[in-house]
C-alpha cells in the first residue's frame, strides 16, 4: 500500500476533501472533520484513523498499530507501517472511519453531503 493508493480509496468517498496540514501530513476530512491522516514523510507514524472503541482495543494489540498521538481518546490508532493491514482489510478501516465521522456531523450538513454527487 502507498500513500498514492490510500489517496485514492479515501478521495472516492462521497464528499471526501484533502488538505496538508500541520506541515507534512495529509489530511482526509468530511464535513470538515478529520477521518484519516497520512504522513507525506517517512517519520514516526504512516497512517492514522477513526475506529470504534471495540475495534480500537482489538486493533492496538496487533503488532505495528499503537494509539494514534493526541487522538487516541477519540478512538484513532496509527499504523507504523501503510502495509500493516492488507489492501482489502485498509480499504474497509477507512471506510469505517469515513462512516463514524459522518455520523457524527449534524444532519443538515449529511444531508448537503448526501445530496452531493461524487
Known amino acids: 500500500m502507498t500513500i498514492e493508493r490510500v ?6 468517498f462521497t464528499g471526501a476533501t484533502e488538505q496538508i496540514q500541520w506541515g507534512n501530513d495529509l489530511v482526509f476530512k468530511i464535513g470538515g472533520k478529520m477521518f484519516a491522516v497520512a504522513a507525506l514523510e517517512a517519520t514516526g507514524n504512516a497512517l492514522a484513523f477513526k475506529c470504534s472503541p471495540e475495534e480500537f482495543a ?19 490508532v496509527s499504523l507504523t507501517k501503510f502495509d500493516i493491514l492488507s489492501a482489502a482489510e485498509l480499504s474497509e478501516r477507512l471506510r469505517q472511519s469515513y462512516d463514524l465521522v459522518f455520523a457524527g456531523l449534524p444532519k443538515r450538513t449529511q444531508s448537503a453531503l448526501k445530496g452531493g454527487v461524487k
Open 58 to 76: 482489538l486493533l492496538i494489540e496487533r503488532q505495528g498499530i499503537v494509539p494514534a498521538p493526541y487522538l487516541a481518546r477519540a478512538h484513532w
Open 7 to 12: 489517496r485514492a480509496i479515501c478521495l472516492k
